[in-house]
């Protein structure tokens, strides 16, 4: 088979997958959409490395993967650094009573994970995050990919890893406190 005619099978079988997954990792359909086709320009301009040692499909992950980490390299560099004021006094302390803590306690933190209302509110707080926490978090916590790995793809210290996602975690406490625990 010619190569143009083995891509465009490629596009065919895969598309859809590699846009589920570029969805997943982006939030956001256009800018899945816009990897995808990266990533099948990339295939087509490397075809010839593709040596058939493993599935087309684990290779296009891959190029999909590198595609997803250079998007939030640019898109990192370019944001602006976030204040965390609005956790901390300026002892240092937390500003708002610990409420994660009370639910805890009260051994309710297992009915949490049934709860689709809950679920759903933690997804909603997720997004609120800045793109490159969510996807390192979801790298980290959804994917349970190892904090070597995701600090090597996105081309991040682990130091600096272990910031952001403790920011995240900071940040989805605030938006879970406000949008979920302040009604209970």
Same mark, same amino acid.
């Given at each position: ?35 995808v086709q990266e990533v099948f320009l990339a295939a087509f301009s490397s075809y010839d ?5 493993s599935q087309p499909l684990t290779w296009l992950m891959a190029i999909l993967n590198r595609?997803?980490?250079?998007? $939030? ?6 944001? /602006? ?9 300026? !002892?240092?302390? @937390? #500003? ?26 933690l997804e909603e707080c997720m997004e609120e995050l800045p793109p490159r926490w969510k996807?390192?978090?979801?790298? $980290? ?6 904090? /070597? ?9 682990? !130091?600096?890893? @272990? #910031? ?21």
């Open positions: 088979m010619m190569k143009n005619e083995v891509l465009k099978s490629w596009i065919e079988q895969y598309s859809e997958p590699l846009l589920k997954k570029a969805f997943y990792m982006l939030s956001d359909q256009e800018e899945a959409q816009d990897i490395s593709f040596e058939g040692k595609k997803v980490a250079d998007f $939030y390299r640019k898109k990192y560099r370019s944001e /602006p650094k976030i204040r965390l004021d609005h956790f901390f006094d300026e !002892t240092g302390s @937390w #500003k708002n009573n610990d409420v994660l803590n009370d639910w805890n306690a009260a051994g309710k933190e297992s009915e949490l994970l049934d709860d689709q209302d809950f679920n759903k509110t996807i390192l978090l979801k790298m $980290y916590y959804i994917e349970e990919k190892k904090a /070597p790995e995701v600090s090597q793809e996105f081309e991040v210290s682990t !130091t600096n890893l @272990w #910031k952001i996602l403790q920011r995240s975690r900071m940040q989805l406490r605030e938006c879970l406190e406000v949008n979920w625990f302040s009604g209970l």
